[in-house]
């Protein structure tokens, strides 16, 4: 069991990690998701007492990492695939840290067999393409047995047969009964490997919660939105149960709302939204419009649950047409126009940042 209490590491003035608390429950695979940047590296390093905490701890299995007489058995990590010695040979790698941790050496052959580099194993570790690499790093981890294992990526340069691999057995390592908590900033993967899900967003705590209950919460919150002020419209969604991040061209990715409530969201700030619901198919399309400046906001969602298949498609069809020719056109009118024409009572709306002309 991992015990993350209050964690919080600062680095200069910039926060990685701020008042960050979980558990990390034995016998299931507990996903660590977070976009690039959340902290999930320095929350792994701050467990495994690579790094010191600027306030708030850590615990593995009951005491903190460094403190325990034999660590190789009780926490096996993977954090940096490439840290090996490129002259010496996976073998003599895996030799020297099964030595040094009085680990047998018949050991080392069953994790090498274990993770599948029986082929290689003699060769140069240097040599290794980035997926030998992450079994490497997997076979280090394991070679104590550990009752917890703690992984950072390890689906990184994986191919599909390595990822399926990876999948499964973290399910297998789970439910031998051991603490398995695997990071990725991939949502799917997530959702396909793990059980439970620790979620973390500039450092802090967004939810942590099982994957059913994520997926199905997010189901009819992952919206993708095109807007006329992106990162006004960012500032005022986001709060502890919502992710935004910015997406391609200027949109967002919004978890954790709804289409509408999203609309509702923009319509009321006087931003102008458009953007439909993603969560493997199309399950709705929001079109926000804001009118005259003081006169009423309208937010509109079509729900779209009672349309045929076909209708479905050809309203989809039609708002990404909309969206595009939209996007092109606030795109080349550019914000200073639209601050002018507010100016003169016929803007729908204004963006913060621009100065009044
Ligand atoms: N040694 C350091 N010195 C200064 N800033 C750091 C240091 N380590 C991490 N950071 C900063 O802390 C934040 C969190 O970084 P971290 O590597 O933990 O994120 P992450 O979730 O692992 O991201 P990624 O998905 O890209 O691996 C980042 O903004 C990063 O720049
Ligand atoms: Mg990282």
Not at 131 to 158: H, K, S
Not at 302 to 318: D, P, Q
């Amino acid at each position: 069991m991992i015990q993350v209490q209050g964690l919080t590491k600062r680095y200069g003035d910039k926060v990685a990690v701020e008042d960050l608390s979980f558990v990390v429950q034995p016998g299931r695979v507990t996903g660590f998701l977070g976009p690039n940047g959340a902290g999930k590296s320095t929350t792994m390093r701050l467990i495994l007492g690579l790094d010191a905490p600027t306030r708030g701890s850590a615990t593995v299995n009951g005491k903190p990492y460094r403190r325990h007489v034999a660590p190789l058995r009780e926490v096996g990590a993977l954090l940096e695939a490439r840290s090996v010695h490129p002259g010496r040979s996976a073998y003599h790698h895996l030799l020297a840290i099964a030595q040094t941790g009085g680990i047998a050496r018949s050991r080392v052959d069953e994790v090498v067999d274990l993770v599948g580099l029986g082929q290689v194993v003699r060769r140069r570790a240097g040599r290794f393409s980035l997926g030998m690499g992450q079994r490497l790093g997997i076979a280090a981890a394991l070679l104590g047995d550990p009752r917890t294992v703690i992984l950072d990526e390890p689906v990184n340069g994986l191919d599909t047969e390595g990822i399926r691999w990876i999948r499964s057995l973290l399910r297998e390592l789970a439910a031998e009964g051991r603490t398995v908590f695997v990071s990725s900033h991939l949502m799917n993967e997530m959702a396909l490997t793990a059980q439970h899900l620790i979620v973390i967003g500039r450092g802090r705590l967004i939810a942590d919660t099982g994957v059913a209950d994520f997926v199905a919460r997010a189901g009819g919150g992952v919206v993708r939105v095109r807007s006329t002020d992106p990162e006004e419209l960012a500032a005022r969604l986001r709060s502890p149960s919502v992710a935004v991040s910015p997406g391609e061209g200027g949109a967002l990715t919004v978890s954790g709302l709804s289409t509408d409530e999203v609309g509702r969201i923009a319509g009321a700030a006087g931003i102008i939204a458009l953007g439909r619901a993603k969560s493997g198919a199309v399950v709705g399309v929001l079109v926000s419009i804001t009118t005259i400046p003081a006169a009423s906001n309208v937010g509109v969602a079509l729900a779209m649950g009672t349309l045929s298949e076909a209708g479905k498609s050809l309203v989809i069809l039609l708002v990404n047409l909309a969206g595009l020719l939209a996007g092109g056109v606030l795109t080349l009118l550019g914000t200073r126009v639209w601050a002018r024409r507010i100016e003169k009572g016929r803007a729908i709306f204004r963006p913060k940042s621009s100065p009044r002309p």
